[in-house]
Structure formats: C-alpha cells, structure tokens
C-alpha cells in the first residue's frame, strides 16, 4: 500500500467508530463504522484490501473489549470498496439486501478487476483514469469475494448487544440492492454511497429521483450525524445541500433531454461549469448524465460500467506528472474547449480539462 490509513477510530458515541480513511477526490477509499455492542460487536461495510481490513481490524481491537469479536458485517451495497474484506471475517453473519445479493453477478471479483487495471491501455483516457484511481489497490491483497451469507427486504432490526441497529433497505438507488443503516439511540445513519461527502457523487442504478428518494430517507430518520459512504461525517444540513445538488442536476440533464442535447455536449457543459468545484471527480457528473438520458430514453439494458468509466475519464483533469503533452496545446474558450473535452471522451487523446482547473485529483 502506497497511501496512508487512518491511525485510529473516530468515536461518534462511546458505542460507535468510525473508520474514515482521507477519501477526497479517490475511488475505492471507503467509510466503515464499528458498533460495540455487550459481548458483540457489528461492522458496517468491510474495506477494499486485505491490508486495509487488517488495519481496521487491529484498530477495533484497540476500541472493543477484551474478548468481543465482529460477529456481524453488514454491507450497504455490493460494490468491492465495500465488501471485498468480507473475505476477512469468516465466522461472520454477512447480511445484505436480497437484491444486493441477487445483483453481485454484475460486480468484477478482486483478481478480476486487478487484471483489468494491469492490463489497461495508459495511452488511453479509460486506461490512465483507472491506473490513477485503483493502480494503488494491487492485487487487493489476494482476496476473494466472498458474498452476504443472510438477506432481507425491506427492513431488518438488530440487537447488537443492547445497541438497536435497523437495517432499512433504499435501492434501487446508488446500485440495486442499497440499504441504510440507522442507529436510533445514537443519532446517526450510514448511508453508504447513497451519499457522498465533498465528492462528486457516482451512482450506478439511478435514475436520480431515486437518489433523492434514498437521500431524504436519510434525513426522515432524524440523525445527528451521518456517515457517507466516502469522505467526512456529515450533518443533517449537508445531507440537504446533497439532495439540492441532486435536484439541480436533475433539472439541468433533463431540460438538455428536452433540448435534444447530445450526451458528450452535456457533460462537458456540466464539468466545465461545475457549480461544486471545491469537491473532487467533477468527471463522475458524465456518468449520472449518462445514466439519466438512458433512464429518459426507456434504455433498461444492462449499462456497460466499464465504458461509463471509459467516458467519464474523457473530462477527467490530468495531474501535470501525468500528462505528457498529449493535450491540444490551445488556450481554447470555453465552447471549445468543451467540444475538445467532448470528443477526447469518445476516442481522442487524453486531454487538459482547461474548464476545470482546480479539479486535479491527487496521485497517491
Ligand atoms: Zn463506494
């Protein structure tokens, strides 16, 4: 591992931590929350590596009481940030939702997407972007995905040694099979990645009605903080500014839907005019464009997840260590370059996204 993991837990209640690793502007660097129960305790969400859930798991021992093991993991939904160190909890009651189980035929095993990032093509926009992003994860550490061993629908309520803990299914929203988790004598929710802090967020079900739908789900269980699925806790407050963001969007890909808009014109209009340019991956906006025009135009095949990455990494800015002069050279207008960034994302080389400045993503 070449980037650093959190040196401790943060305590959100005497019962509850969090594992919060400096996720901004990444892929892959998830939130988990321990709940410390009489005797038990419960995981929510496992991390992406092995040497990851290593960490978490000497970091729990640290907090936990002599003796009390995580005999339950939870995952909110099936993608393997947050479910691939599963593999590491063997004895463990896995619960996730029925459709989360159901849809996990659909999400890459370790070995499989770390042959897809060694064997990716860096003199393209996809191969760079995924190099970038998930290059730092390895191999994963050799794991082996290991799926939920108990499902539910609708809504499941744990006592976790005296900690009251409902599982409150939300998907389809972020992926099919999405649940929350609600903490109701603690005041707090993990919403998994329904929400994302101070990250451009990326969903793979939508459409974006039902984002908002999930988002305002958080909000009716009335928390004091909650925990997205990356980046910092957030406050109810956040979680509002979170569902305008949604609305806003929504409204801009529809009336572009209504224009007869092409997609590659939208989304470089909507990075280039990022309304959040203090949060990171303004690239991610070209897949939920992307994904509402399919929901807008009836489309329900089976969207290729690779080729949405493949696009969005077409309007994704490229850090000045990894650009070697591929870019157009020209000190183009917005329109321009716009239309520059439009057409990297379908075949062209990579390309500075001049519209966005200061959206460069770290490399770790
Ligand atoms: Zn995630």
């Known amino acids: 591992m070449n980037f650093p993991l959190p040196r401790d837990l943060r305590a959100l209640t005497p019962r509850v931590h969090a594992w919060l690793p400096d996720g901004h502007a990444t892929w892959g660097m998830a939130n988990c929350v321990l709940v410390a129960g009489r005797g038990t305790a419960l995981l929510v969400d496992t991390p992406y590596t092995a040497g990851m859930t290593g960490r978490l798991l000497e970091l729990a021992a640290g907090v936990l009481a002599p003796g009390t093991g995580i005999d339950t993991v939870v995952n909110t939904h099936g993608n393997g940030d947050h479910s691939y160190g599963n593999a590491l909890f063997p004895k463990a009651r896995i619960i996730a939702t029925e459709a989360n189980a159901r849809h996990l035929c659909a999400e890459p095993a370790p070995a499989d997407l770390a042959r897809l990032v060694a064997a990716s093509d860096a003199s393209t926009p996809l191969g760079a972007y995924v190099r970038r992003h998930f290059g730092r994860y390895g191999d994963f550490g050799g794991l082996s995905m290991v799926p939920p061993n108990e499902t539910f629908s609708g809504e499941l309520v744990l006592d976790v040694g005296g900690v009251a803990v409902r599982l409150i299914e939300v998907g389809p929203a972020h992926t099919e099979g999405d649940l929350i988790v609600h903490l109701p004598d603690e005041g707090i929710v993990c919403a998994g990645d329904v929400l994302f802090s101070e990250d451009h967020p990326v969903h793979w079900a939508g459409p974006i009605d039902e984002i908002h739908r999930a988002t305002m789900r958080v909000l009716e269980c009335d928390p004091r903080v909650v925990v997205a699925g990356h ?14 963001y949604l609305l806003e969007l929504r409204e801009a890909i529809h009336s572009a839907h209504r224009a007869g808009r092409p997609l590659a014109q939208l989304s470089a209009e909507l990075v280039g005019g990022d309304t959040r340019p203090h949060w990171g991956l303004t690239e991610r906006m070209a897949i939920l464009a992307s994904l509402e025009y399919r929901a807008l135009d009836h489309d329900d095949t089976p969207p290729d997840l690779i080729g949405l990455v493949g696009f ?14 591929g870019h157009d050279g020209k000190d183009a207008d917005g329109a321009e370059t716009a239309g520059a960034v439009a057409e990297s994302a379908i075949a062209g080389p990579l390309v500075r996204n001049a519209a966005v400045p200061d959206a460069v993503p770290p490399v770790a």
């Open 312 to 325: 969005a990494a077409g309007f994704a800015a490229v850090p000045a260590d990894e650009d070697d002069g």
């Open 231 to 244: 980046g910092p806790l957030m406050s109810p407050a956040d979680v509002r500014a979170y569902a305008e």
